[in-house]
């Protein structure tokens, strides 16, 4: 089977099953309502925050403070880049917030040797969950082994005890390339897929995250990240089907004030 046949395969597999669930072609079935908004209060919404900081500048007293709010309201998790996992990580010691780090990140260009390699560091360091972008130029080359394969030499260094995101960069990706990057994530053995880097543009959307949960089910999680920074943008994600949230506005949504611009 060629490429061009097996993303044909994979394509048509994801529609089945979106037809299955009465939403042919993808979209929703005639007459269908759009997803009621969950009834959640702001504080709520903090269980499903990894609050992020990944700007390369930001200085070490930029990640007290995000372990601080993250201890203050509770938050899911800190996001950071690998080379601050530990330092995180001995700040939320023993307090029940995660530690999550990007691996490959922002572009996914590198190796699959390289990616696994700095997941393992990155959960030597501390770090519990670990989200990995995807090669996005063999994606849209059609090279589909090759991606899942990058996958799952990242799945492989977690050795199933961290969970595993794919960042699969919606912003770059047509739409059936989205639902191939999920279906390879999720043949691969990751526990997420997730939108966006934030630094390729775009942003998460309630299409996008409708998109990924009716093609990965609901065995995985789907996490939106990138341009969410108020508490009404926030529920309408969830109401999507996102399971977690990547914010750097996180105590703007939780706390009713206004995040800046975005979703």
Known sequence: MDEKQLIERIVAEVVRRMAA???????????????????????????????????????TSAFDKV??????????????????AAYVARKLQGTGVKVCAVVGFPLGAMTSRSKAFEAREAISDGAAEIDMVVNVGLLKSGDLA????????VRRATRG?????????TALLT?????????????????F?????????????VEDVALMRRAVGSAMGVKASGGVRTFKGAVALVA??????????????VTGGDGGAGY
Not at 69 to 74: D, G, N, S, V, Y
Not at 146 to 153: H, K, L, N, P, T
């Open 67 to 84: 372990c601080q709010e993250a201890l203050q309201h509770r938050f899911y998790s800190v996001c950071v880049n690998s080379c601050r």
């Open 175 to 191: 739409q059936d390339e989205k639902v191939i990057a999920c279906e390879l994530a999720k043949k691969a053995g990751a526990d």
């Open 21 to 59: 669930a009465g939403q042919p072609g993808g979209q929703p079935a005639a007459g269908a309502a759009a997803p009621a908004a969950p009834s959640i209060a702001p504080a709520d919404l903090a269980g499903y925050i990894d609050h992020t900081l990944l700007r390369p500048e930001a200085p």
């Open 161 to 169: 005890t961290t969970v595993l995101k794919v960042i699969i960069e």
């Open 240 to 253: 999507a089907g996102a399971t977690r949230l990547g914010c750097t506005a996180s105590v703007a949504i």
């Open 193 to 205: 897929v997730k939108t966006c880097t934030g630094f390729s543009g775009g942003a998460a959307s």
């Open 146 to 153: 090759a991606v899942e394969e990058d996958i799952r030499a």
